[in-house]
Structure formats: C-alpha cells, structure tokens
C-alpha cells in the first residue's frame, strides 16, 4: 500500500511547479491525462528513450564501467591519468583520441587499444541479452522479461489511443544498444522500420525513414490509407547488432558475436571511415533534428539522464519553435537535468515531471509511468 507521506509529484512548467496544491490522486489523472492527449491528437509526436527505460534488465552504464575497472588493472590505470567526466563513454572517446598520436605498431597505441576493445566487450556483454528464449524458459521474475513487457505495455497503451486519421508515425530516437524496442514491437505486430533495407542481407539505408506504408485493402480505390501502427527507430547510438562491413563500405545487422567486437556500430568508435564520413551517426541525428522542427511536435523523453550534450543542445533548439512542446520524466536533483532545467525550465513549452510515486524520486521509472498511463481518467485535458 502506498505511503501518503511518500508520494508528492512534481510538473514543473514555465519556472513553477504546478502541483503545489493538488492532491496525489490529481497529480496522477493530470499527468495520465497529459500523456494520453499526447497520445491521441499530437500530430508528429517523437519519444527520447534512455538507459533507464531498460535498467532493471541491463546495468547502468556507469556501473558497467565501475565493474570493469575493478575487475581490469590495465584499465583502472590508464583511468588514473583521465580527468574527463565520470562515464564510460567519455573514457572511450578519450582512449579513441589518445590513440591517434600513437603509431599503430608502438607499445602505447597497443595498451590503450587493449583497454579499449576490453571495455567494449564487457560492455557489449553486459546489454548482450537472450530474449529470443521460449516464454516458458523466462521466469515470472526474470528481469528480462518484466522489462521487455514494460516495452510492450508501453506501446501498446500508445496505439490504444492513436486512432486518429492524419496522424504522422510515431518517432522514436533511443541512445540505446539493446533490442528491447525491436522486439516489444514485434511482439505487438507493429510495423516499423529501423533504417535498414534487404531480408537476407540487411544494410543501412537512411531513405527508409522517408518511405510510408499503406494499407492495401484499399489499392482498388482512389484513395490509399497510411497504415496507423507504424513506428521509425532511430538508434542514434548505434546498437549491439550493427557492424561495419569493411569489405563493401557498409553498415550490416548481424548476430552478435562476442568474440569479434571489433566493427560492432556502437558510440563512440575509433574506425577511420567512421571519424571521416560519421556514418551513421551524421544521418540519425539529421533525423532528429528534422523531427523536432515539424510542426505540432511533441517530444516526450524517457529513461535519458542528459549525458550527451549534442542531444541536449538539439532539444534546446527545438524549444524556440512555439507550437513544439517537451516532456520529460526525471529527477530534478540529478546534477545534468538540473543544469538543463536551470538552461530552458523558463519556456512555457517545457514540461519536466518526477517526484515520489511508490518511495523518493520514483515517478519517473519507466515501470511507474506506464502504471500512470493506466490511470483512470473522464477526458484528457488538451490545455494541460
């Protein structure tokens, strides 16, 4: 049973928080409310999904690296003579730019390679999950398997509301490696397309993004319908079944192979073709900014603790359009989402919720916020 004295949300909203008077029962049908008018009538609405939508399953990334340092002398020296930010990916891209004033057949080349193909495959391992396993071998209690419904629910509950005609795909963009959302919508069979063309051979190809399917019962007639169930995912990190494919100057899906890591397409990397030509990192983010500058956007932003700044500034832009609007589920004490509300919080189009749900700072699990979606409601608010 929930603690009264635990619970208190937040929405903050131009400089203030608008919860300051309500009661529990209010904050939630107002943020259930919120979300689910999003939902319905948002014209081109997108998502942000971070690591914390996957937690429960896959470790932080902050404490993969924290394992690997203990567990790896090499690299817990080589972090000794760091002073960058606290996070595994800063490490790597400056183990990446450390290596490129090295000869590549010298002894220091050599030993910063080695800690950075180690930290790639422990962290490759470390999100590497099983989830083509017969339902019957995941338990009931298997991380894994409560967060992948967590997925379904989550898109399941997006659809059961977006019925309207005229409505855009839904855009998801996730930093991301793992293939939860891939498979929650192949589960729930969604249409979607993540950038690739080809069955056999799989190959990336950014032109997919443009294509929109159409429901064929229709052909016979002069008008054809978009199909309405249809999502864009962009991995604008990469993901654990991408490779570069040396040979034909190409990003492939593949099976992982954990003893091979070397071409995996994760963020960042040290392959030249990637440092000169950004594939397919100069197409994802294009996407995103175009996304954003649509008319009658909406993004919604999940699970991301605004640790890349090329994404923050991209979403701050994105705010001085007056009909985009911006949501995000988080902790306001966190010390990079402080500095982003401090930045943009004044913007009347900026909406930043969290608080306590079930104990402290809890309301913006992705876990709780599909429970809020479940909320009842008697009509969504459209001046929320």
């Known amino acids: 049973m929930k603690m009264d004295s635990i619970k208190q949300m937040y929405h903050l ?215 309405r169930q249809y999502v864009k995912l962009y991995k604008i990190h990469g993901s654990l079944n991408w490779q570069f494919d040396e040979k034909n100057n190409t990003i492939t899906q593949r099976n992982l192979d954990l003893d091979d890591t070397s071409n995996v397409v994760i963020f960042p990397t040290i392959q030249k073709h990637f440092e000169t030509q950004q594939t397919p990192y100069s197409e994802l983010f294009r996407e995103f900014t175009i996304n954003l500058q649509k008319k009658n956007s909406t993004l919604i932003v999940l699970g991301y603790g605004f640790g890349d700044e090329h994404i923050n500034q991209l979403i701050a832009q994105a705010l001085y359009y007056e009909d985009f609007k911006l949501i995000i589920f988080g902790n306001k004490c966190e010390e990079k989402a402080k500095k982003f509300i401090e930045a943009n919080g004044d913007n009347p189009n900026f909406h930043f919720i969290g608080g306590n749900l079930e104990k402290e700072n809890d309301a913006h699990y992705f876990s709780n916020i599909i429970k809020l979606l479940g909320v009842e409601i008697e009509n969504a608010d459209s001046n929320e």
């Open 13 to 227: 909203r131009g400089g203030k928080n608008l919860f300051e008077n309500v009661s529990d029962d209010e904050q939630e049908k107002k943020i259930s409310s919120l979300l689910k008018n999003e939902f319905s009538y948002c014209e081109n609405l997108h998502f942000l999904i971070g690591s914390g939508c996957s937690r429960n399953a896959i470790p932080l990334m902050n404490n993969t690296f924290e394992n690997i340092r203990s567990n790896y002398e090499e690299v817990r020296k080589l972090y000794e003579k760091y002073s960058g930010e606290n996070d595994l990916e800063s490490f790597m891209s400056w183990l990446a730019t450390a290596m490129k004033f090295f000869p590549e057949e010298s002894s220091n080349y050599k030993k910063y390679e080695k800690v950075y193909t180690t930290i790639k495959k422990e962290f490759l391992k470390s999100i590497y999950l099983n989830l083509f396993r017969n339902e019957k071998e995941l338990e009931a209690e298997d991380e894994e398997k409560i967060t992948l419904q967590n997925y379904i629910k989550f898109y399941s509950e997006i659809f059961s509301h977006r019925r309207y005609k005229n409505l855009q795909p839904i855009n998801v963009f996730t930093t991301n490696y793992d293939l939860f959302n891939e498979i929650a919508l192949e589960t729930l069979k969604i249409h979607y397309t993540d950038g690739f063309s080809g069955v056999v051979n799989r190959t990336f190809n950014p032109s997919m993004f443009h294509i929109r399917l159409v429901d064929e019962e229709n052909r016979y007639k002069e008008k054809w319908n978009p199909i």
